[in-house]
């Protein structure tokens, strides 16, 4: 099946600092990203979707000049934490998928980020 | 209405024994119900998933049941192993956007 990567897998920031987690489809062209957030114990919250080439749409509550989201190629994107403080310690995770997925596979999950702000 | 309520939160099941997972939607407009299998510190997985034109899906140990007039479907895992063990998200989606909806999760031990 298709592979999505995200690096770093586990990044240590001190509050107030940037992080940029990078979210690629390594074997196919993803013309739709997604980033998720996920808090211990809890369900996938869908942060955002991003489209190659177009601004991002936000889901309500989620601060786009926080969380700014490039999706630049058919093979990249980023979501880059601004200004980052403890609460937003969590795991994100991104998914990509194309038209012309098979029907059971509409996206494929990358493995995910622990961001840890101190 | 974009709500995807899943029980339980979590299940003990004896090695062997079939694992059930339950799941309800409201939007009609869904159209595509995928299961997801997530470990510790990893994303999920695609386990298994239905379009509500059939009713059940098979594949190996796992089921899909979908019962479209109830708006229900669940997962259920047969001769249930220690490595099953794992949160599994239900989810749904309307085809367009592919903008997935997730349940609650629930959290599945087998005992061997």
């Known amino acids: 099946g298709a592979v999505v990567s995200q690096h770093p897998s586990r990044v240590i920031c001190k509050s107030g600092t940037s992080v940029k987690i990078e979210c690629r489809s390594l074997d196919f062209q993803a013309t739709t990203m997604f980033w998720y957030r996920q808090f211990p114990k809890q369900s996938l919250m869908l942060m955002a979707t991003?489209?190659?080439?177009?601004?991002?749409?936000?889901e309500q509550g989620v601060e786009k000049d926080k969380f700014l989201i490039n999706h630049a190629s058919l093979t990249l994107s980023t979501l880059t934490v601004t200004s980052a403080h403890p609460e937003d310690s969590s795991f994100y995770i991104c998914?990509?998928?194309?038209?012309?997925?098979?029907?059971?596979?509409?996206?494929?999950f990358g493995p995910g980020t622990r961001l840890t702000v101190l | 209405q974009q709500q995807v309520k899943q029980s339980p939160q979590s299940l003990i099941v004896q090695k062997g024994g079939i694992s059930i997972i339950n799941c309800a939607y409201e939007?009609?407009?869904?159209?595509?119900f995928p299961w997801y299998q997530q470990f510790p510190g990893k994303g999920p997985a695609l386990l298994i998933a239905?379009?509500?034109?059939?009713s059940e899906k098979k594949e190996g140990r796992f089921t899909i049941s979908f019962n479209k007039s109830a708006k229900q479907f669940s997962l259920h895992i047969m001769d249930s192993q220690p490595g099953d063990s794992a949160t599994y998200f239900c989810?749904?989606?309307?085809?367009?956007?592919?903008?997935?909806?997730f349940g609650a999760g629930t959290i599945l031990r087998v005992k061997s």
């Open positions: 991003s489209n190659e080439g177009s601004k991002a749409t936000y």
């Open positions: 239905i379009r509500p034109d059939v």
């Open positions: 989810a749904a989606s309307m085809e367009y956007g592919n903008k997935l909806v």
């Open positions: 939007n009609t407009a869904f159209d595509y």
């Open positions: 998914s990509a998928g194309y038209n012309g997925l098979a029907v059971e596979d509409t996206q494929y």
